[in-house]
Structures are given as C-alpha cells and as structure tokens.
C-alpha cells in the first residue's frame, strides 16, 4: 500500500509521502519493527553495529522499502523518525555518539524497556529542535503485536509530530496506551519485573538441582506447564532484556527485593511447620490482591486448556506441590500494594499468564487450603524451595548491586543448560500463548 492511501483516523495533517522512519538498532526487536513498518509502505532505514552491515543487507535484499546503512549518522540524517532499538545499559552511549546527526526538525524516540535512562540521554545528547516522542511495545518480538499494548510517550513534542509517530505506528495493529516515562517505568516495574524474577528463579533453582522439569512428574500437567514454558521462553532470550528492565528501572529493585523477602519469609515458616501463621499471612495477602475481585470474568486460565501444552507426559495422578513461587508472588504484590488488575491495560503476555497462574490458584478454596497443608507437611519439594529461595535472593543481590555482568553469567549459564529444549518449549509456548490470550485480550 503506497504511503499516500493510508488512513487513520489520527492522521496527521500534510502529506506524510515522504516521511521515512529510522532504526538504530537491528536485534530482534528492530527486525519486527523493520518488517512491519516496510510492508506497510513505509520506508526504513536501519543500522546496527558496522560489522553486521554486510550480512543485514544480504537480510533485507529482497525488501526494497528497507534501505541498510552502516551506521546510525547515515540513518539519523535521513530518517525523520527515528527508533532508537538500542540495550538500555547502552542507550546513553549510542545516542551521544548518532544524536547530534539527528535530522533538523526530526522525531526521536526508544524502544527501551525501562524509559529513565532513555530520556536522560535523549535531553542530554539530542539537538533542541529534535522531538522526543518515545514507545515500547509490551511483548516480544515473536508474538503478533495487533492488540497488544503500544506505549506512547510524549515527552518533548508537538501535537502533529506526535500524530506523525502514531500514524506510522499504527500499521502494527497495536492498542495504544498514553503514558508519562515516569508511569511507564512504574508499571513495567509491577507487572514485568518481578514476573521475570520469579522465573529467572525458577530456571535457576532447576538448573542447580540439575533438573529438566519436564522429565519429572510433579511438574508436568496444568499450572506446572505455565511455569515451565515461560520459563524456558524467558532464558531462549538475550540477556540484556531482563537485565537493563530489573537494573535501570528505579522502581525495579524495590519490587524484586520484596519478592525474595516474600520467597524468604514463607519459605521458612514451611520449615518451621508454622501452618497457622502461614496460612494467616497468604489468605490475607490474598484478600488484599484479589478482594476487590468480583469474579464475574472467566478463569484466565483453565485445566483443560493448559493441559494440552505439555513438554512432558502427565502422570495419571497430580503430584502435590507447595507452589512457593505463586504464594511469594501474591505476597510480594500484597506488601507492595500493587493490585495487578489494575495494570492490565499495559500487561504484557507474560504477566497475562502469570497472573492467570496465580488467580487459578486463589479463585479455588480448596486448592488453596490443599497448598497450604502441603506446604507444611509434605517435604517432597523441599529441595527444590531452598534451591529456589537462593535463586530469588541471588537475582535480587544482582540487581540491587546494578552489576550486569554477573547478571549476564547468571542468566547464560542456566540458558546454556536449558538450550537442547529451547526450540520444542518456543513452539509449544507459542501455541500456548496464542490459545490462551485469544480468550483474554478484552480482559
């Protein structure tokens, strides 16, 4: 479709026939954008390091609107709005060196999933005629991005450059969310950072048991299938991803500390057989989390449903399980009084499924009561919880240290562990995400 046919109904005013977008920054996030925006008439110019010039061109050969460049002066010379699709640890640097060549009277804007230290870098390194109008789109780049949540923010920037920025973004069918950087970071903090916690744990907990989950009963079946699919789906992933949204994000160390707190506190009330306390302190975060819950919405998520997304065979009869990773999670949001729902307008997948978890789990008396009773009598996972206790605290040491590299060793040597299965667990995560999120996007 040419630039010229275009429609939208906030479109700007003035032809936009010539308006070409760039991206600095060529990973699998600039790649989706790049693909997207190309087929639908715009033009792109895109770069990312010098020395993947060659074998992007060879890439993007047959795409004729994507014009590769060598470096990111050629690209912010010639595009009008340009993307920054940059590490959020490396954000400051790659601006300071590309932003002064910015198009006079252009559009700038990042892609980071922690907005702080991308704003910080835009004003301090970007001319004063510049218009900062920035995004993020709330999934990966392996998931369909119509109806999902697309961030926009307008930091510095008038009302037709802004309606330029959605005008072209709108061809990714996404579902527009209005946002300060400020508030953006806030609930990305609560829906994204702590989620990731709780996974990267759990990976690491198997991973120092040496266990592939899959091949064990107990964790093959409903929830347990949540768990490790998205798990596997978190660690088939870069590294930076998790660590520039858990370190740079303000909000992000407070949240991921509290959670290995929650992981902590019940972990050691299971072991000192303390049912009563620990049954005091989950059912009153619950009511806390889920009290103004009317439930007059579907289960997110529901047994027959999950069950079919297994990487495993699913033993005859369900294995108890204590769930401490659930538990913590309600508990962590219960002390930081974050109600999750509130902040499903930007959920992304992940924490749509996360929270689907956990809301199985409390929507059910009696499952519940079953957990609780677990915990405290039934020392089969006992292994496994102090396994997972040190991962939640070593994560969250980690960040509160802002050290990214022993977050990156972290991170890649349970990746490596895992890596045999990352291709099966992408595939059967896909399909278990679609099914599941065609039932709750109007959630």
């Not at 997304?309 to 204590?322: I, V």
């Not at 499903?344 to 929507?363: A, N, Q």
Request: aromatic share 10%; with cysteine; net charge negative.
């Amino acid at each position: 479709m040419p630039p010229a046919d275009r429609k939208n109904p906030g479109e700007a005013t003035g032809s936009m026939d010539a308006f070409v977008v760039g991206l600095v920054g060529m990973g699998d996030m600039g790649k989706m954008y790049a693909r997207r925006l190309s087929e639908a008439g715009w033009r792109v110019n895109a770069c990312d390091k010098e020395e993947k010039f060659q074998s992007l061109v060879e890439e993007f050969s047959s795409r004729k609107q994507v014009s590769i460049y060598p470096n990111g002066h050629l690209v912010s010379r010639a595009s009008d709005y340009i993307i920054y699709n940059v590490e959020a640890a490396s954000i400051d640097k790659v601006v300071e060196q590309y932003g002064p060549s910015t198009k006079q009277g252009a559009i700038v804007g990042g892609q980071t999933s922690c907005k702080a230290p991308e704003i910080a870098a835009f004003e301090k390194h970007l001319p004063a005629d510049v218009d900062i109008v920035s995004c993020h789109s709330l999934h990966g780049p392996n998931v369909d991005p119509k109806g999902q949540p697309l961030v926009l923010i307008q930091h510095r920037a008038s009302n037709e450059s802004f309606r330029k920025v959605e005008q072209v973004l709108s061809c990714l069918g996404s579902k527009h969310v209005y946002l300060s950087a400020a508030k953006h970071d806030r609930i990305t903090a609560d829906t994204q950072a702590v989620t990731h916690a709780a996974f990267l744990s759990m990976g690491k907990a198997w991973h120092a048991n040496e266990q592939f989950p899959w091949e064990i009963a107990r964790y093959v079946g409903g929830i347990e299938n949540v768990k490790i699919n998205l798990t596997l789906r978190i660690y088939s992933q870069k590294w930076h991803v998790y660590a520039g949204l858990a370190i740079l994000n303000p909000y992000a160390k407070e949240q991921i500390r509290q959670y290995a707190n929650s992981v902590t506190d019940l972990f050691k009330l299971m072991l000192g057989g303390h049912r009563e306390e620990l049954e005091r302190r989950i059912k009153k975060a619950g009511e806390a989390v889920f009290g103004t819950q009317t439930w007059d919405h579907d289960q997110l998520l529901k047994d027959e449903v999950l069950d079919r997304f297994s990487l495993g065979k699913k033993p005859g009869q369900p294995t108890p399980n204590n769930h401490l990773s659930l538990l913590a999670m309600v508990d962590c949001w219960s002390a930081l009084g974050i109600v999750p729902y509130d902040h499903m307008i930007c959920s992304t997948p992940l924490f749509k499924l996360w929270l689907g978890v956990t809301e199985y789990l409390f929507r059910k008396p009696a499952l519940l009561n079953d957990v609780i009773r677990i915990a405290v009598d039934d020392n089969t996972f006992r292994s496994d919880d102090l396994e997972f206790t040190f991962a939640a605290r070593g994560w969250a040491e980690c960040v509160n240290f802002g050290d990214f590299e022993s977050y990156r060793d972290r991170f890649e040597s349970t990746q490596r562990f895992f890596e045999p299965r990352f291709a099966e667990a992408t595939k059967v995560g896909n399909q278990m995400m679609k099914t599941i999120l065609e039932n709750t996007t109007d959630e």
